[in-house]
């Protein structure tokens, strides 16, 4: 039962002291979160991580996250996904191998021009790699702009993979809005080289499913029941969507903005719905509201960490055995660090 399963992963994690580091993705369920040493954004672990001495990191988010900790932690370190199933599925929707056959068309379209491939954090080793090699950078939900700056500096135009709602959503930051083409590879006809041509910015036909979910519909009617809300939401979410919030920005800038509301006043939250639950918990002086009531979903592969296999993972560590071990390869790490390294510059 559930009081049992948490004397043992108490235990397990008495037994292993400091060689051991839990991280937990702000959509992490409770029992997760509950024992994590740190708790935050995707970016932000990763770099818990690597600040960390401990031997072992027991990282609760998805794939790309523990990749990215795998990155920039040093050789000594292992980082442990507790479940293999855990992966982002618009991460999934920019494969590496697929990436690389869409861009000979895609340069094919502009033989003149240098395009420049700007990866979102949530994408896997080898496509960060592959943008590193081609000139290009990994960015973050908060420096999505920087990193388009970035790229026009160095050339003509900007493929921006996986996330078209986040990369529209900079685009418009950046006025740009008008000068974009989306690429989809599914659809024949959605991969048309005379819009590649013309536009500055290409969008790769990525999205995420929670996200997309939300609509400006959802913030109307907010603002409708409750006059006095305030409406944040996450870059990923439609451009309509973002454009009607009050605030937009990564789980963390999310998770900052309830922390400091003033008592009493109300946030409708548009992101994942384990956040908008924990944001309740943590901050009961605060009306907090999932900003499409019971259709705000959960993400599937962050659901997939069970703490059943957190339990696991740890009473093997104790037995000396690791687990899951996310290790990207010595050629990807060091591309894929380039590509980060140059995130880092901006
Ligand atoms: P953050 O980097 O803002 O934590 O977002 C990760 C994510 O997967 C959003 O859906
Ligand atoms: Fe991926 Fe969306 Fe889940 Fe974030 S919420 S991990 S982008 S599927």
Not at 54 to 72: K, L, Y
Not at 252 to 261: H, K, L, P, R
Not at 274 to 301: Q, S
């Amino acid at each position: 039962d559930e009081s049992e399963r948490t004397e043992r992963i108490e235990r397990a994690l008495d037994e292993l002291g400091d060689d051991v580091l839990v991280l937990g993705h702000n959509y992490q369920r409770e029992e997760i979160v509950a024992h994590a040493d740190f708790i935050g954004d995707s970016y932000a672990l990763s770099k818990r991580a690597a600040e960390a001495d401990a031997d072992h990191v027991v990282f609760c988010g998805v794939t790309f996250m523990a990749e990215s900790a795998d990155i920039i932690t040093d050789d000594s370190q292992t980082v442990i996904l507790p479940s293999m199933e855990a992966s982002c599925p618009m991460a999934g929707m920019a494969e590496a191998l697929q990436v690389d056959a869409a861009w000979a068309e895609i340069t094919d379209a502009a033989p003149d021009e240098n395009i420049v491939p700007v990866t979102y954090m949530n994408s896997y080793a080898d496509l960060k790699a592959f943008c590193a090699e081609q000139g290009g950078l990994v960015c973050t939900s908060s420096n999505a702009h920087k990193a388009f700056e970035y790229a026009f500096e160095r050339g003509d135009k900007v493929l921006f993979l996986p996330d078209k709602h986040l990369g529209e959503n900079t685009a418009h930051r950046l006025g740009m809005e008008d000068n974009t083409a989306v690429w989809d590879p599914w659809d024949p006809e959605g991969k048309d080289a005379s819009e590649v041509a013309e536009a500055d910015i290409v969008l790769w036909e990525g999205y995420c499913q929670v996200h997309e979910r939300f609509r400006e519909s959802h913030v109307e009617q907010v603002r409708e029941d409750h006059p006095d809300a305030n409406v944040v939401v996450h870059p990923e979410c439609r451009r309509e969507v973002v454009e009607a919030a009050d605030v937009v920005g990564s789980t963390s800038t999310i998770t900052d903005t309830v922390a400091e509301a003033e008592p009493g006043e109300t946030w409708a939250i548009g992101t994942e719905i384990h956040l908008a639950n924990h944001l309740a918990r943590w901050h009961p002086e605060v009306e907090v509201l999932p900003l499409c009531g019971d259709a705000c979903m959960d993400c599937n592969a962050m659901r997939q960490i069970d703490p059943n296999y957190l339990t696991w993972v740890l009473e093997e560590l104790v037995e000396g055995r690791e687990r899951n071990v996310i290790e990207v390869s010595p050629e990807e790490k060091e591309l894929a660090g380039v590509a980060l390294d140059r995130m880092l510059e901006i």
